[in-house]
């Protein structure tokens, strides 16, 4: 999507209004992820930052349903997370990174998740930030997503993946170069 101006980070100002809209309701809507937060002072954070509006439109049209979950006082910043039931759709059968893909010799996915979320302008959630969206909700009772991996880790081929099942919330690992139809990755954006 790009604009009149031909900036590809930016959303034509039909498409920033129907975004708007939907963020708004589903802020309205979920509460319990934001208490204490005003929509009235977070729409203009987003009215001043064309790149972050297209990112969370990018969030949304690969099924992440954005929504605000936390504010850092100090820093006067929002942060959205990916809040839909399952791994968002449009973001699944994907390996973990570039180098996981390239390893790959047969039957290579289209995408990594770290490329993808690079591409969007997003960040991977972390296994922090993961048992922190859990805490507002169920998320990911059928599938899994990817979360940031340490570099001990990675550097030895594994990745890290979460999920949540039994009522409790699981951190796994396996190879990078694994991809699944049920595993995708959550994101998160500071605005």
């Not at 934001?34 to 929509?39: Q, T, Y």
Request: hydrophobic share 30%.
């Amino acid at each position: 999507m790009t604009n009149k101006t031909g900036n590809k980070k930016a959303l034509a100002s039909e498409e920033t209004e129907e975004l708007l809209r939907l963020l708004k309701g589903r802020f309205e809507k979920n509460m319990n992820r934001h208490e204490d937060l005003k929509w009235a002072n977070i729409h203009p954070k987003l009215n001043d930052q064309p790149e972050k509006l297209w990112s969370l439109n990018e969030m949304e049209i690969t099924g992440g349903e954005p929504d605000v979950v936390a504010y850092d006082e100090k820093k006067d910043e929002y942060t959205f997370f990916d809040c839909s039931g399952e791994s968002p759709k449009g973001r699944r059968s994907v390996c973990y990174d570039r180098k996981a893909l390239e390893s790959r010799k047969k039957f290579k996915p289209e995408h990594s998740a770290v490329d993808m979320a690079t591409s969007m302008g997003v960040e991977l959630l972390t296994e922090e930030h993961y048992r922190a969206l859990q805490k507002l909700g169920e998320f990911d009772m059928k599938t899994s997503s990817w979360v940031q991996t340490p570099d001990d880790i990675r550097t030895l081929g594994g990745a890290l993946f979460c999920d949540r099942r039994f009522g409790h919330v699981f951190v796994y690992h396996n190879g990078a170069e694994s991809y699944y139809a049920a595993r995708g990755f959550r994101s998160s954006l500071t605005v």
